[in-house]
């Protein structure tokens, strides 16, 4: 589902590459990378049939986890499971002891960037740069 998520057309405004960008593929290739518990996690949302949404979190700093890749399958989406695959995520944040919850989403994603303002999320700096990636970013944190 990662896979499907990083060749999502409105990423690349467009079609999908076929060489993923060196980040991306070294992403995948890796993948969970360091979202693996105690300090990340990578969590997967079911229907009643298949796996339909992902999220990981990613340490960044002692304090500060970021949370990436969230992604709800089309057929999924405004079901709920994304407010509870994101709830979940912010649970394992504060059991794990963060601080900080931050996460970058492309600025025209319109309705991921209010399910993260509804629950919480406030507009932040960047935190991170993307080479290669001339899209715009909405920066967003949550104090945990």
């Given at each position: 589902m990662v896979e499907e998520y990083v060749r999502l057309p409105d990423a690349w405004h467009g079609k999908p590459p076929?060489?993923?960008?060196?980040?991306?593929?070294?992403?995948?290739?890796?993948?969970?990378?360091?979202?693996?518990?105690?300090?990340?996690?990578?969590?997967?949302?079911?229907?009643?049939?298949?796996?339909?949404?992902?999220?990981?979190?990613?340490?960044?700093?002692?304090?500060?986890?970021?949370?990436?890749?969230?992604?709800v399958r089309l057929e999924s989406r405004r079901t709920g499971i994304g407010r509870l695959l994101v709830g979940r995520?912010?649970?394992?944040?504060?059991?794990?002891?963060?601080?900080?919850?931050?996460?970058?989403?492309?600025?025209?994603?319109?309705?991921?960037?209010?399910?993260?303002?509804?629950?919480?999320?406030?507009?932040?700096?960047?935190?991170?740069?993307?080479?290669?990636?001339?899209?715009?970013?909405?920066?967003?944190?949550?104090?945990?």
């Open positions: 076929i060489d993923l960008p060196v980040w991306f593929r070294e992403e995948l290739a890796q993948f969970p990378g360091e979202a693996i518990p105690p300090r990340g996690e990578v969590v997967v949302g079911f229907s009643s049939t298949a796996a339909v949404a992902v999220g990981l979190l990613v340490p960044f700093t002692e304090q500060v986890v970021e949370m990436k890749r969230l992604f995520l912010v649970d394992l944040a504060r059991a794990f002891g963060y601080e900080k919850l931050v996460l970058d989403v492309m600025t025209e994603r319109h309705d991921a960037v209010r399910l993260y303002t509804s629950l919480g999320f406030v507009p932040t700096e960047p935190y991170r740069t993307y080479e290669a990636l001339s899209v715009e970013l909405t920066s967003l944190a949550m104090e945990l």
